[in-house]
């Protein structure tokens, strides 16, 4: 089973950004996709997952409005829309994926390598 993240750069503050999680290894319809992000010297912290049907998202407070998660189940790919970047959003993006939708870092079952995203002011 493997996750594979891309799509990470500098971008400008304001700029936007789409990250891509590939999946492989499994079915991957019945999964749950999590996106975290780790800044350094920082825990790594929920953004944002969507359930196996595409259907329901959650996210976390500091992104709501700015970031969506969306999948391609067909693509075993799942995408995350980061729009209206701050430089505070500037952190290794890791994707992860369970059975089970959590926001918290530790129950997911699967993770991804990360992507560094920085956005400078």
């Known amino acids: 089973v493997q996750l594979q993240a891309s799509g990470g750069g500098l971008v400008q503050a304001g700029g936007s950004l789409r990250l891509s999680c590939a999946f492989s290894?499994?079915?991957?319809?019945?999964?749950?996709v999590g996106w975290f992000r780790q800044a350094p010297g920082k825990e790594r912290v929920f953004v944002a997952a969507?359930?196996?049907?595409?259907?329901?998202?959650d996210y976390g407070d500091s992104v709501k409005g700015r970031f969506t998660i969306s999948r391609d189940n067909a693509k075993n790919t799942v995408y995350l829309q980061m729009n209206g970047l701050k430089p505070e959003d500037t952190a290794v993006y890791y994707c992860a994926a369970d059975r089970t939708l959590w926001t918290t870092v530790q129950p997911w079952s699967y993770w991804g390598q990360g992507t560094q995203v920085t956005v400078s002011s």
């Open positions: 290894g499994r079915s991957f319809s019945d999964l749950a």
């Open positions: 969507v359930t196996w049907t595409g259907d329901s998202a």
